[in-house]
């Protein structure tokens, strides 16, 4: 009997992975055509734009939206393989061959987990890439730069002063109330035809109340030279809450870099509550898939062809999916703000799902 499991997960593992590559595509190729849609409705108005630059520009993004994709991909292939054993009866010979809904379930689970820990480990990173490549061609192709930019190179400003651009840049920020305090500051003079005019590289900075100010260091110009600079200021026209607003997207940041660009975070005073909730999801990703494959066995091992139950229990799937789903968004949101620990936030709603489907998989397999 112990080649009859090992026979069977294989032909289960393989119509799965099929089946998954499918939905993926099918998936994947729809949000591509929405995506599209979308971005030439905001081209409308600027002829430069072509549809190459469009697609290159849905392309991009999309990588960014396979957490929302793979979940109902798996959920797609596991009701496909199961309706498959159904329909074929196979799922009958292989109850009357003595295999549990366990030995029919696991395999699938196990590349499911698999998939879970390919796409935290190794897609994200991509995906990260990927998204920070399309905030650049879109902000390129749209033509609105982005006027701040916080990496784990340090803080990025572009501020317009008259006819003259200043990209100012810190290696290290430190948050303390209503100020940032700056250390090893570059600014960048820039005059309307782009040409440097100016370069000022100082220790230390205080951005508040609209002002930076700047001592000890050196400023550089052709009509100049070198010179000392005890001190320098400069109005500017952002606040800090401006800054804090458009720090990186927690998508922008592989999951490896993710500790270390928290890390950074907290010791510069920001608040990183929105990163590690983002970190946390990723582990809680697996879990997440798993769930999937539990509502689709509950609602796919027990279809009756002759009853013609397919497409009813096919709904009920989709449904307590998409309720997972809401709910998923929903107790992120709620970690997000304060509301529920971070830990539970991630985890929570899909560990629920998996008692009660490995409960509901208990009582039918004993009923």
């Known amino acids: ?40 409705r ?5 002829t430069y734009v072509t549809f190459l630059d469009i697609f ?9 939206l396979m957490p929302i994709i793979l979940p109902f991909a798996i959920l797609i292939a596991a009701l496909v393989t199961f309706y498959r054993l159904s329909k074929t009866q196979e799922l009958v010979i292989a109850r ?8 029919i379930i696991l395999p699938i689970i196990v590349v499911t987990v698999l998939i879970g820990i390919g796409n935290m480990t190794l897609f994200n990173p991509f995906s990260a890439i990927m998204y920070r490549k399309y905030q650049t061609e879109s902000a390129e192709t749209f033509r609105h730069a ?24 810190a290696d290290s920020v430190r948050q303390n109330g ?27 900075g205080v951005l508040a109340d609209n002002q930076l100010s700047l001592t000890s260091g050196f400023a550089y110009s052709d009509a100049e030279g070198k010179r000392a600079l005890a001190s320098y200021q400069m109005p500017i026209n952002f606040s800090i809450k401006d800054i804090l607003s458009t720090f990186n997207e927690p998508e922008e940041i592989s999951f490896w ?27 809680a990703g697996v879990f997440y898939f798993v769930a999937m494959v539990l509502i689709a066995a509950i609602f796919g091992l027990n279809t009756n062809q002759r009853q013609g139950g397919a497409l009813y229990k096919t709904t009920l799937a ?20 304060g509301a529920l620990p971070l830990f539970l936030a991630a985890f929570a709603p899909s560990l629920i799902v998996i008692g009660i489907g490995v409960t509901v998989l208990l009582q039918q397999e004993d009923g």
């Open 178 to 204: 209503q100020a940032l305090f700056l250390q090893d500051v570059l600014v960048l003079q820039i005059n309307e035809t782009e040409d440097l005019e100016q370069q000022i590289e100082m220790s230390y």
């Open 42 to 46: 905001h081209a409308a108005s600027r």
């Open 318 to 337: 989709f449904f307590f999916s998409f309720v997972l789903f809401f709910l998923t968004k929903l107790t992120n949101a709620l970690g997000v703000s």
């Open 1 to 40: 009997m112990s080649v009859i499991p090992s026979l069977f997960s294989r032909y289960l593992i393989k119509n799965f992975i099929l089946a998954f590559v499918a939905a993926l595509g099918a998936l994947q190729a729809l949000i591509l055509l929405f995506d599209s849609i979308d971005l030439l």
């Open 257 to 283: 870099r993710m500790p270390r660009f928290i890390h950074q975070l907290e010791f510069a005073g920001f608040s990183s509550t929105r990163h590690k909730m983002h970190y946390y999801t990723l582990f």
């Open 96 to 103: 009357a061959a003595g295999l549990s809904v366990w030995n």
């Open 56 to 64: 290159q520009l849905a392309f991009l993004k999309l990588p960014q």
């Open 146 to 169: 982005p006027a701040f930019s916080w990496t784990d190179k340090g803080l990025w400003v572009r501020e317009k002063q008259g006819h003259d651009t200043f990209v100012i840049h």
